[in-house]
């Protein structure tokens, strides 16, 4: 059973681009979480989402960011319009329901 | 709202030593988890230990133990015998479960092990 994978690993975007982040949950997992970590800090919650719902995305910049979880296919955080504040590393993690939730390797996004 | 201090930056001991790392926590909750986390320079995210606050047994996983102090809010980390491999960033979190795992992080202690 293949863990949490997310892909990129790295990724380099120019300041007004769009981030395409990708997450493949573990088998079996139908709950993702995304999470942000600056440098130098702890990861900061961002958006909960079950297969095509949104369940909690308190921690979710209102503006430029979007998280789904089709149906089909790996869970997607998008940002759009990227400004060098958004350099950070991305987390995705999965969950059954009520079980333990494991991390994938994250993404580390760097704007210049 | 629920927030988790790591009161040491960093820290650094002989390769055999124990080292405890220290966190504490504020919430109005009566059940939710702790957790330790463990990140080396890989950046993946381990998870080392979990204690469910119903419990009033301390969690151990092998040479990894807590202390938790309910009342005081207080879940320090022990590490026994520390190997090279220690060496890591490490994450307390605290979790209240509503139906989602949504974690709250605190800023880290990097922990050195020395040869």
């Known amino acids: 059973n293949a863990g949490v994978m997310q892909n990129p690993r790295h990724l380099v975007r120019r300041r007004g681009q769009e981030a395409r982040l990708r997450c493949s949950p573990m088998?079996?997992?139908?709950?993702v979480y995304w999470y942000r970590q600056l440098p130098e800090e702890g990861l900061k919650f961002m958006v909960y989402l079950q297969k095509e719902n949104i369940i909690d995305e308190s921690g979710m910049p209102k503006e430029r960011f979007s998280a789904e979880f089709p149906k089909e296919g790996p869970s997607i955080l998008r940002i759009q319009q990227v400004v060098r504040g958004d350099s950070a590393a991305y987390f995705c993690?999965?969950?059954?329901?009520?079980?333990?939730?494991?991390f994938g390797q994250g993404t580390r996004l760097t704007v210049v | 709202a629920q927030t988790v201090t790591q009161s040491q930056p960093e820290m650094s001991v002989q390769e055999a030593e124990t080292v405890t790392l220290s966190c504490t926590y504020d919430?109005?909750?009566?059940?939710?988890?702790l957790f330790w986390y463990k990140q080396p320079p890989s950046r993946q995210m381990i998870l080392v230990i979990r204690?469910?606050?119903?419990?009033?047994q301390n969690a151990t996983e092998n040479r990894f133990s807590v202390n938790f102090q309910k009342a005081a809010k207080s879940f320090s980390l022990k590490i026994s015998d520390s190997q090279l491999g220690d060496t890591a960033m490490y994450f307390c979190?605290?979790?209240?479960?509503?139906?989602?795992?949504?974690?709250?992080f605190g800023q880290g202690t990097r922990l050195t092990i020395n040869p």
């Open positions: 979190a605290f979790m209240i479960y509503q139906g989602a795992q949504k974690l709250v």
């Open positions: 919430t109005s909750e009566n059940n939710y988890y």
């Open positions: 088998k079996g997992h139908s709950h």
């Open positions: 204690q469910e606050a119903y419990k009033q």
């Open positions: 993690a999965s969950s059954p329901p009520a079980g333990k939730a494991f």
